[in-house]
């Protein structure tokens, strides 16, 4: 009997109105960024069962300071979110790519492709300069980051990916090895994007828009609201710049450091790197990312919008 009651009591508050709203909300973000989480891990899978070491040995350059700026601009060609660009990079750092290089590519991937840049033109028409703006704002912040590594990293801050069970056994079945690889990394990633989903969730239902309004007035002052709020929000990079469109009480620049931000500091994202790299990794790195995109958004702003 007690069961029954404990049971029609969860039921009606998962029904409740404020309950509804963030499942609905964190539903809706892990609808969002699976297909891109599952493009990173089949893209990850790949390049640890087809490509071999040599590949990347031979295109980025030897030195990790040269290597990070190269490895930034390749991030173009992922066209996906941040949940995609963990695993690609947890991939390159187990094929022996230099972690500064990896890094770079992680916050370029989600912020730089060709998709992110034509929804941030549709969301801004007329304004090629936010576009431009994002674009270097973007890179410049993953090409620092990188060389912030190269220059201040330490291995112990960093707990390297380890591969799939079976990975290295002196067997070379390339098609088990993908089979093996996606498991491995979807199953762990996906546990860690639903604790991010949850998370942002939580913010949506407990803070009200009306919170929000009170900053829009403070040029200065929004800058560091909206950044906050793109962490929390976190938003998938391809559909973020309808939102930061859509908050026009704030500058210009304060929405370009939504943009900036949201792709590379997101709570999913922090979940995703706790759980590929360490939570002591992702905490040190998320907010140091966090400082430097905020600045770089500042700058890059100043002077483009």
């Known amino acids: 009997m007690a069961a029954a009651v404990a049971t029609v009591v969860l039921v009606s508050a998962w029904d409740a109105g404020v309950v509804r709203t963030w499942r609905t ?5 892990v609808v969002q ?21 040599r590949v990347f040995t031979r295109v980025l350059p030897r030195n990790p300071a040269l290597a990070v700026p190269v490895a930034g601009v390749a991030g173009a060609v992922l066209p996906g979110c941040e949940c995609a660009s963990v695993p690609v990079a947890g991939s390159l750092m187990r094929r022996g790519v230099a972690p500064a290089a990896a890094l770079a590519f992680l916050l370029s991937a989600p912020a730089i492709n060709p998709v992110v840049l034509v929804a941030t033109a549709i969301a801004f028409p007329g304004m090629p ?52 690889g996606f498991q491995h990394d979807f199953l762990q990633a996906g546990g860690f994007l639903v604790v991010g989903a949850a998370a942002a969730a939580t913010f949506n239902v407990l803070v009200p828009p009306s919170v929000l309004r009170v900053f829009a007035d403070e040029p ?22 309808f939102v930061a469109a859509s908050l ?11 943009m900036v931000v949201g792709p590379m500091v997101d709570l999913k994202l922090v979940a995703l790197q706790s759980g590929a790299f360490g939570r002591a990794f992702a905490a040190r790195f998320s907010s140091a990312t966090f400082v430097v995109a905020v600045g770089t958004s500042i700058v890059i702003g100043g002077l483009a919008l």
């Not at 112990?156 to 056994?169: I, N, T, V, Y």
């Not at 200065?220 to 710049?241: I, K, M, N, Q, Y």
């Open 248 to 258: 026009t009480g704030f500058s210009p620049v304060a929405r370009l450091a939504f």
């Open 220 to 241: 200065w002052l929004g800058v560091p609201v909206l950044a906050f709020l793109a962490v929390v929000l976190a938003v998938c990079s391809e559909a973020d710049a």
């Open 25 to 29: 909300v964190m539903v809706a973000i």
């Open 129 to 180: 300069e936010m576009v431009l703006a994002r674009l270097a704002a973007s890179l410049l912040t993953a090409v620092v980051m990188g060389w912030l590594w190269v220059a201040f990293g330490r291995p112990e801050w960093l707990r390297l990916p380890k591969g799939p069970a079976g990975d290295g056994d002196g067997s070379r079945n390339p098609l088990e090895e993908f089979r093996r």
């Open 33 to 53: 960024g699976v297909p891109f989480l599952v493009l990173g891990t089949v893209v990850s899978a790949a390049l640890g069962a087809f490509v071999p070491e």
